[in-house]
């Protein structure tokens, strides 16, 4: 039959083809996030070049999160120990925002216009950005239930001053210099 039949160079006879499914590798992140309480209609990976990126981090994940009322930038990275972490973090507010300012540990200071809050412990740093507002409380709670305790959190609302809390077992208490 094979004399009869023209065969193939690319496909030989009895040679399986396998088949790629095309999934949504967004569906387990944002599913993760829905589970958590954090009402996500769609996600987005981002590739945009941040400060943090600089730093050697072990992984590290950045999210565009879009709710009914909300944009959100979550971004996070994950160091091998808590002075990488450190060093990482210090640079990063030695020249943060759009016009690169100073910001001392402690400082109260308006960074930008949106509300962020950065959450820091041994190994890792999130920094989260929204364009209306930011339930601290809540994002704290589920992304310490994942990574663990934090050690320091640090929250701006709308067109405010940051606010610096760290974590004495596991209790947030406001950031005194």
Same mark, same amino acid.
């Given at each position: =039959?094979?004399? $009869? =039949?023209?065969?193939?160079?690319?496909?030989?006879?009895?040679?399986?083809?396998?088949?790629?499914?095309?999934?949504?590798?967004?569906?387990?992140? &944002?599913?993760?996030?829905?589970?958590?309480?954090?009402? $996500?209609?769609?996600?987005?990976? *981002?590739?945009?070049? =941040? @400060?943090?990126?600089?730093?050697?981090?072990?992984?590290?994940?950045?999210? *565009?999160?879009?709710?009914?009322?909300?944009?959100?930038?979550?971004?996070?990275? $994950?160091? &091998?120990?808590?002075?990488? $972490? =450190?060093?990482?973090?210090?640079?990063?507010?030695?020249?943060?925002?759009?016009?690169?300012?100073?910001?001392? @540990?402690?400082?109260?200071?308006?960074?930008?216009?949106?509300?962020?809050?950065?959450?820091?412990?041994?190994?890792?740093?999130?920094?989260?950005?929204?364009?209306?507002?930011?339930?601290?409380?809540?994002?704290?709670?589920?992304?310490?239930?994942?990574?663990?305790?934090?050690?320091?959190?640090?929250?701006?609302?709308?067109?405010?001053?940051? *606010?610096?809390?760290?974590?004495? &077992?596991?209790? *947030?208490?406001?950031? &005194?210099?």
């Amino acid at each position: =039959m094979s004399d $009869v =039949m023209g065969s193939s160079e690319r496909y030989k006879e009895g040679s399986h083809v396998a088949v790629e499914s095309e999934v949504d590798s967004t569906l387990i992140p &944002e599913s993760w996030f829905v589970s958590q309480g954090i009402p $996500v209609t769609s996600l987005q990976f *981002r590739s945009d070049r =941040m @400060f943090l990126d600089r730093f050697g981090e072990k992984s590290k994940d950045k999210y *565009r999160l879009i709710t009914s009322a909300d944009t959100i930038l979550y971004s996070k990275w $994950v160091y &091998e120990d808590s002075l990488k $972490v =450190m060093n990482a973090f210090t640079n990063w507010i030695n020249c943060i925002g759009d016009n690169c300012s100073t910001l001392f @540990f402690g400082e109260q200071k308006n960074i930008q216009e949106n509300p962020l809050q950065i959450l820091i412990n041994d190994s890792t740093l999130i920094f989260i950005e929204g364009s209306n507002q930011i339930d601290f409380k809540h994002w704290a709670f589920v992304l310490g239930n994942l990574e663990g305790s934090w050690n320091y959190s640090i929250e701006q609302s709308r067109k405010s001053k940051t *606010r610096w809390y760290s974590f004495v &077992e596991g209790k *947030r208490k406001k950031l &005194e210099l």
